[in-house]
Each structure stands twice: as C-alpha cells, then as structure tokens.
C-alpha cells in the first residue's frame, strides 16, 4: 500500500494515550478550576533544522493533551537568533508536524509579537526592575559568578530607569554595535539559581531576520520571549523538556513583573534519547555538512524525513511515542522498542513480496524447458482483503544463498545435500548435486521437485520443516536495495572521553547497497513510497526519491523481528 500522508491528520487518537503524571498535573488544575477549565499547548521548535524523534514526543505529548482534553495546541516558531534560523527549516517542520498526522489550531512565530514582548521590556525598565547594562558577554558572566562562586553586581546595576529607558531606546534605533549593551533583569545578582542572576533579557544583534527583515537589531532571549509568547498566546500548559526546569524560577517572575494576560504554568518531562544514534540538531547539522549522511533525509538519521524516507509510519511514530510514556526522570529508550514500532504496523499493512538478496541458481531437473506455472501466493496474511497474486514457477529459480549449506549444522531445517525444503507457496525440492565454479564456489544446485507436495502438503505424510523463499530465475527483475544498520556503533555516541570526537563511533557498515537482488516480477511495479515485507527478509520501502516507473529502488526499513542468523546462533531453527 502507498502512504497517504495527510490522510491521518486528525485521527492520531486511534488509542488511547497511556497515564502520565502530566496529566495528574492538568486533572489536578481543572478540578481547582484554574484557566477557566481551558487547556492550550503549544509546540515551540526553533527553526533552525529539521524535527527529529526527540521533538515527535514533545509534538505527540502537545497535540495529544490539547486532543485528550478537548483543547487546542498552537504550533509556534521560536524564532528570537536570526542567523540561525531560515525559511527552508519552518517549511519542514510544518510539513513533519503534519506527516506525523497533527494539525494547529493556530500558527505563531515568536517575530509576530516582537513589537509586545518590546514593550513589555520598557515596562520593566520603567517599573525598576530591569536595565541596560554596558558590560560585553565576557564580563556579564563574569560577574555572575557561577554555582560555588558569588557574583557581584554590575557597575550599571543602579542606573535609573530614565537612563535605562533612553539607553534601551537608542540600542532599538540602532545606535550602538553588536554586544555593546543588554538589557538585564534585575533580580538577584546571588541566587543560588544562576537564571536569576540578572539575565539578560535582551541583545544587541544586525541581523536580518527571515521574516522581520532588518526591522530589529535588538533581539529578545529565549527566557523572556519564551513565557511572554505563551501568556500572548493564552497557553495554559507550557510543556518542555527537563533542562528547563532551572528557568522556571525565571518564567515566573517573568509573568509577576510584566502586565500579561495570562498566566501559564510550565511543566518539564524528560527527553527522548534513543540509543545508537544523537538528537540533537546541532550534531545532525555537523552529520549534514561533512558528508556523513546523504542530507537531512538520509534514511539512517534520526530526523523525520529521515525515518519517513526510510519507510516509518506517522502510525508507528504515534504507537512508539505513546508507548514510551512520559516521565521526569532521563532515561535511554532501547532503538529496539522503536523498531518493534514500526514491525508491528507494517505487519498489518505490508504487502508480502518475494526477493531474493544473494542469488543462487537453482535448476529443476525434473521440470520441462519453458514450463511456466502461475501459483497463488497470498499478499498479506493479516489482512484477507489484500487478495492474492500469482508467483511464476519455472525450470529455473534463485534461493538465498545463506538458505544452502554443504555441510549443515545440526537443526538446520534449510536446502543441504539431499534434503528436502519447501518452496514457500510451491513445491518441495530435493538437492541432488551441486555445481562450482573453477575456484570452487558453488555455481547453482540441482533439484527436482516432488509435484504431489503442492498446496502444502506432501502426500505420504513425511514432515517437511524447512521453508525457503524463492524467485522464478527467468522472470525475475534485478533492483537495487540498500540495507540500512544503525548509524553509531556505540550504544551512545554521546559518550565519549574528553577530546574524543563523537563521530568516531561511526558505524562503517550502516549502509550496504545491493545491486543485484532478484525480485518477483509484480515488483518491477512497485509505486513510490509503497511498503512491502520482503518474506523472511525484512521490511522494505519504495524510495520516493530515487525510483523511477519501472525502475524501484528499495530501502529495508526494518529487519524482521528474529533475523534468521540470531535464530541460528542460538540454535533453535
Ligand atoms: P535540539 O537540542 O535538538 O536542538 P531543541 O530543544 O533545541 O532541540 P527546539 O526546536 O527548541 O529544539 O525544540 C522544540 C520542542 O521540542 C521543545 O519544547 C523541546 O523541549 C522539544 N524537544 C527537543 N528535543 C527533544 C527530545 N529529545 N525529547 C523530547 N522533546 C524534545
Ligand atoms: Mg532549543
């Protein structure tokens, strides 16, 4: 089947959320009646790259609660640092919000109320409570000392807010350069919280914004746009993540000083990391520009397009996020529950298909030339609907090379010299010979098939255990196919010794592409973006981007859940 992906928008609810202590958090105001019985979250990404899995749990958690609750969820572009921040990344995280099947009540960027949240500035200023301050970063962090060390106040720390005032005025109107001046909150130069050390509220940039041009040089801080937007936006839960926690101290006294609306409540959880791969944008951007990956979308990054172009389903996403909960407490989340994600649903909506990965001949001696027999094969056993189609049988066909041994182990139930296998749909077939090349590599295995062993059955009541996935060899097409492995090789890439690059756990082996693949022919047709189970192979994707009619390309999505070699190292095949 081929994905649809604005199909599911609006019906991501398709079960229900797991319990969380978020929603304890909301119960608990609405029983107080606290908002007016409102709930209205947002999700706040910084334009500044492509959504990762990290921001799916905090999209699911937003649009999910605002969906439980009967409430509204905004998505909102924190876009306060100009020079990072494009039109490019707020394109695609529109797109990847919806891909993931969820819809805005309303769109804001932090630049629509950068007029406000000025204003607001001056109110602090002339309520006493904040000033300009002419110290350069270096010696603003300086004098604030850090967690074991006392800071001091700044010289400017007690100028009158007339001077702060017209100081603040003339750093708008462009007067002054770049890092020359700040506007500083007030607050508490010792507090054990380094936030309330008088933050800096405001600085001093020339830069052209993406959709406020050159009308600022004077830029808000996360902290103080971040709240402010929430209260302007009438948000009544601002959820995010853990390391936020130590600002909320800061959010607060935010919302205390300033003539706001409303007053939101911010509520932290705990990141998403998954292992075997970094989120975070900033190392996917250094993944992009050295060329490590193929782009934001290469199928083995972390990233939305990433999953998607590899065959993930919006579906998958919402059951992995669901599933993994939410909590306060940072934890690592098993690549393996992500995987199960995505086996699960493509279980029920692949198509089965028949390839074969490394060929290896095999020759029916007991078959007539030219014989062709059209045999049912069913396209999906979890879904009766998706009918069958008809396999070729022929004098010639290709196994996997791995389902032959010379010389089988015990237990092993595939093709070994003169036993006797399944062809999964067909026939049995019995190995006679085996044919080698002059450096002793074998060539093509001579069979001959028992024609009473169709429809599954053999006959005489003889129990045959092995079944061996197939293609006719004088029908089948060639494609390629690109097997994708986990990116790093360290379970956390993240966690290197000091001076120790994080992308030396680079894993050399997360992409094997397959020339020469043989594929049943109803595949040559395979649409763009269509999902198959490849049987006893894997879970694979139609490459949207490099196929063409004709021509698939494929990307393994997902290995089944017991990879025939993990069956065999523990011997129970
Ligand atoms: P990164 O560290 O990758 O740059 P970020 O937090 O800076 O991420 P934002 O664009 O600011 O990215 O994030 C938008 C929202 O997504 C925020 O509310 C943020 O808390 C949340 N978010 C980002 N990363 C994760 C993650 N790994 N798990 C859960 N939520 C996340
Ligand atoms: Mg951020």
New binding site residues.
């Given amino acids: 089947m081929t994905d649809t992906p604005h199909a599911s928008a609006g019906a991501a609810a398709e079960r229900p959320a797991h319990h969380h202590f978020i929603h304890d958090e909301i119960d608990a105001d609405l029983a107080q009646g606290k908002h007016g019985g409102r709930v209205q979250t947002r ?7 492509y ?5 799916a ?3 699911c ?2 649009f999910g609660l605002a969906r439980k609750y009967g409430g509204k969820c905004n998505l909102r572009f ?1 876009d306060t640092t100009p020079t990072k921040e494009n039109q490019e990344y707020v394109d695609s995280i529109q797109e990847d919000v919806r891909w993931l099947g969820f819809e805005w009540d309303a769109l804001f960027f932090a630049s629509d109320f950068f007029e406000e949240l000025y204003q607001y500035a001056e109110h602090l200023i002339r309520t006493g409570v904040a000033y300009v301050c002419d110290l350069n970063a270096d010696q603003v962090a300086e004098y604030r000392g850090s967690l074991d060390k006392p800071g001091r106040p700044s010289p400017y720390r007690e100028r009158s807010p007339e001077e702060s005032l017209a100081l603040f005025r003339r750093m708008r109107a462009g007067e002054f350069p770049d890092g020359a001046r700040t506007l500083r909150a007030k607050i508490d130069i010792n507090s054990p919280n380094p936030n309330l050390r008088d933050p800096v509220l405001y600085r001093i940039m020339h830069a052209h914004h993406h959709r406020t041009g050159d009308k600022w040089c004077i830029y808000p801080m996360y902290d103080f746009a971040h709240g402010q937007c929430d209260a302007l936006e009438a948000i009544t839960h601002s ?3 853990l ?2 926690e130590i600002h909320r101290p800061l959010y607060k006294w935010l919302l205390q000083h300033l003539p706001v609306p409303h007053h939101p409540r911010q509520i932290e ?5 998954v292992t075997y791969t970094v ?6 951007l250094e993944l992009v520009q050295t060329g490590i990956v193929s782009g934001w979308d290469d199928p083995r990054m972390p990233t939305l397009r990433g999953i998607r172009r590899r065959g993930y389903t919006p579906e998958a996403m919402r059951a992995f996020c669901d599933q993994i909960g939410v909590a306060r407490f940072n934890s690592t989340v098993d690549r393996v529950v992500l995987e199960n994600a995505i086996r699960d649903d493509l279980n029920k909506r692949a198509l089965r298909a028949m390839a074969v990965l490394d060929p290896l001949l095999v020759t029916i001696e007991n078959l007539p030339e030219g014989h062709v027999e059209w045999i049912d094969a069913v396209n999906n056993p979890e879904d009766p609907a998706s009918g069958t189609r008809k396999l070729p049988f022929t004098k010639r066909i290709f196994i996997d090379r791995d389902d032959f041994r010379e010389d089988p182990p015990k237990k092993y139930f595939r093709l070994s010299p003169g036993k006797e296998v399944r062809l999964r749909y067909a026939y049995c077939i019995t190995c006679k010979e085996v044919k080698r090349d002059a450096e002793g590599r074998i060539t093509e295995l001579v069979c001959v098939y028992d024609p009473a062993t169709a429809n599954g059955t053999t006959g005489d009541g003889r129990k045959v255990k092995g079944i061996v996935h197939w293609v006719s060899a004088d029908q089948a097409f060639e494609a390629k196919l690109r097997l994708y492995d986990h990116l790093f090789s360290a379970e956390f890439p993240d966690d290197v010794p000091e001076g120790v690059d994080w992308k030396s756990n680079l894993n050399p082996g997360s992409l094997v592409t397959l020339e020469h693949a043989k594929l049943e022919p109803s595949l040559r047709n395979a649409p763009s973006g269509a999902h198959y189970q490849f049987e006893r192979v894997g879970y694979f994707y139609v490459d949207p981007k490099d196929s063409h009619p004709g021509a698939p390309v494929f990307h393994r999505t997902v290995t089944l859940r017991d990879s025939w070699a993990k069956i065999e190292k523990r011997g129970e095949e």
């Fill in positions: 999700f706040p990404p910084e334009p500044n790259g959504l990762h899995l990290g921001h749990k905090a999209i958690l937003n924190d959820i995010c993540t390391e936020f959880f705990a990141r998403l990391n989120l975070s944008k900033r190392k996917l």
